[in-house]
């Protein structure tokens, strides 16, 4: 599929596939949309600014030290052109295998949603990412798969972290 810029500049769905994958990239990147989500609960009175704070360490924390020491441990490089897409998507620096973004993804998949409805959310999200970081040349397949197994551990490790918070009177 083909169309044409203001510019006159010719475009192809594959710039569109792109494009959408790097949103999805950047909005995983450094668990934006985590920290997006702890706002919303707080704006909605779901949670306190403390609970939504300590809830975002107990995730975040332990996604970046496991991400960390697996890619160290592991050192796999990344793929070739893994330096491409878009201008707003960060060009990855450190080894390849596991997937931090898919990993993060993954564990709030399992970690976080309280309902079905959020549960579907994260899964959609976790796909998308996936998808996202193959898309952009980032990973290899087995990157993400990796990043995918570690996280729904990690995350069934957490989710009983993150309730116990929620009980809690801050």
């Known amino acids: 599929m083909t169309s044409t810029t203001t510019a006159g500049e010719k475009t192809t769905s594959t710039d569109t596939t792109t494009a959408l994958a790097g949103v999805l990239s950047f909005f995983a990147d450094y668990g934006f949309i985590f920290i997006l989500g702890?706002?919303?609960?707080?704006?909605?009175?779901?949670?306190?600014?403390?609970?939504?704070?300590?809830?975002?360490?107990a995730l975040g924390f332990p996604i970046l030290i496991v991400t960390t020491v697996a890619k160290q441990i592991?050192?796999?490089?990344?793929?070739?052109?893994a330096e491409g897409g878009p201008d707003f998507v960060r060009t990855p620096r450190s080894p390849s295998f596991p997937s931090g973004h898919t990993l993060a993804a993954?564990?709030?998949?399992?970690?976080?949603?309280?309902?079905?409805?959020?549960?579907?959310?994260?899964?959609?999200?976790l796909v998308g990412v996936g998808w996202s970081?193959?898309?952009?040349?980032?990973?290899?397949?087995?990157?993400?798969?990796g990043g995918m197994a570690i996280g729904l551990f990690l995350?069934?490790?957490?989710?009983?972290?993150?309730?116990?918070?929620?009980?809690?009177?801050?």
Do not use: M, Y
Request: aromatic share 4%.
């Open 38 to 57: 702890a706002a919303f609960d707080v704006l909605r009175g779901r949670r306190t600014a403390v609970q939504a704070a300590l809830r975002l360490a």
């Open 74 to 81: 592991v050192g796999r490089t990344r793929p070739e052109g």
């Open 106 to 125: 993954a564990t709030a998949a399992v970690a976080l949603p309280a309902t079905l409805g959020g549960a579907v959310l994260s899964a959609l999200h």
């Open 133 to 145: 970081r193959i898309r952009l040349g980032a990973h290899h397949n087995s990157d993400v798969a």
């Open 155 to 170: 995350g069934l490790i957490l989710r009983p972290v993150l309730k116990w918070i929620d009980t809690c009177s801050f």
